[in-house]
């Protein structure tokens, strides 16, 4: 079946250093999306990336979607105390015999920032 | 819009009991999802409904996990003869279909077997 992997598991940072994951899928995707999970909260939506080499910027956050749609990537500039939680990449496959609705979460990165 | 809404927010039960738990999704909301999460862990998928219809289930599963969705509204989900392996954070989302973007999760229903 399909698998997401994420790296690292863990970060730790300094506020204002910037930060980094990455997520890969064993097949295409049709789409991605990256939730952020407070710690004692449930998965919050942050965005979806639907075509090859999409990027896509909030504020801080830039999302990436590789050319191949089997990788994406999540980058957080300056970050903040705020920004602590699991950072998690779902994939949906572009093949999955009509299953187009259920989404691969990989195991997440905990990011936590020291102020 | 409330949001998703899930009850109780925990449960503790003996090992051998059976335990129901209650997603109310957003109202214009047709797809609905069950998710498993354990420590460390991502969400893992358990079945989907659209609508009142359950289009899939995961073959992680066993017989003892049964979800019903009447009339496409609120869903249930049920463990019988719970085990200690059942301990878990079960997570109810949902979504509209052709809306685009993600899922909205509830906050989801900590089960604790002891």
């Known amino acids: 079946g399909q698998q997401v992997m994420q790296i690292p598991q863990y970060q730790h940072v300094q506020e204002g250093e910037d930060f980094t994951t990455y997520c890969n899928s064993s097949t295409t995707l049709s789409n991605i999306q990256w939730y952020k999970q407070r710690p004692g909260g449930h998965p919050v939506f942050l965005i979806q990336?639907?075509?090859?080499?999409e990027v896509k910027k909030q504020k801080r956050l830039t999302f990436q979607f590789g050319e191949a749609k089997k990788n994406s990537s999540l980058h957080i500039t300056a970050t903040q105390t705020t920004d602590v939680g699991t950072y998690f990449c779902a994939g949906l496959a572009s093949d999955s015999g009509g299953s187009n609705y259920k989404l691969t979460f990989g195991k997440g990165t905990l990011l936590t920032v020291n102020p | 819009d409330t949001g998703v809404s899930q009850n109780p927010r925990h449960k503790i039960t003996k090992r051998g009991q059976n335990v129901t738990f209650r997603c109310d999704p957003i109202?214009?909301?047709?797809?609905l999802y069950w998710y498993r999460q354990t420590l460390g862990q991502g969400p893992e998928f358990l079945t989907y409904f659209q609508n009142e219809a359950q289009l899939e289930k995961s073959r992680l599963l066993s017989d003892r996990f049964s979800a019903e969705r009447p009339k496409g509204s609120f869903s249930t989900l049920e463990i019988q003869r719970t085990e200690q392996g059942d301990s878990a954070m079960y997570l109810c989302?949902?979504?509209?279909w052709g809306q685009g973007g993600g899922y909205t999760f509830g906050s989801g229903t900590r089960l604790t077997v002891v």
């Open positions: 989302a949902s979504s509209r």
């Open positions: 990336l639907v075509k090859s080499g």
């Open positions: 109202s214009e909301h047709n797809r």
